[in-house]
């Protein structure tokens, strides 16, 4: 259904405008009594294309299952066990402590 109105009252209802677009209507916006635009709302598809969603279906993107471990919640902590001086000393060299 096509709706039409003013510049002036569209500045004043926006939101009222916008539920009206949302649910499926088109608004015709004019100014001194000529149409200058119009406000059609998005189809479905366009309406999903979240970045996420465009992620996923380009395959570069695999969406999680369920909540988190909360082992994986919290940073780790104490001592590093040597993965640093490990790191550092097969870079120094080329060679490893193995």
């Known amino acids: 259904m096509k709706r039409t109105t003013s510049v ?4 004043a209802r ?3 405008h916008l ?3 949302k649910s ?13 635009a119009r406000v059609v709302p998005l189809d479905e598809g366009e309406r999903k294309s979240t970045r996420r969603l ?8 695999k969406p999680g299952r369920g909540k988190l471990p909360a082992l994986l919640k919290k940073a780790p902590s104490g001592p590093s066990s040597g993965v640093l001086a ?6 120094g060299d080329g ?4």
Do not use: F, N, Q, W
């Open 86 to 91: 490990a790191l550092l000393s097969e870079r």
């Open 19 to 21: 539920r009206l677009v």
């Open 95 to 98: 060679t490893t402590d193995r």
């Open 14 to 16: 926006l939101s009222e």
């Open 24 to 36: 499926g209507h088109e608004l015709v916006i004019t100014e001194r009594g000529v149409p200058v």
């Open 8 to 11: 002036v009252d569209l500045k």
């Open 54 to 61: 465009r992620l996923t279906r380009a395959g570069l993107l």
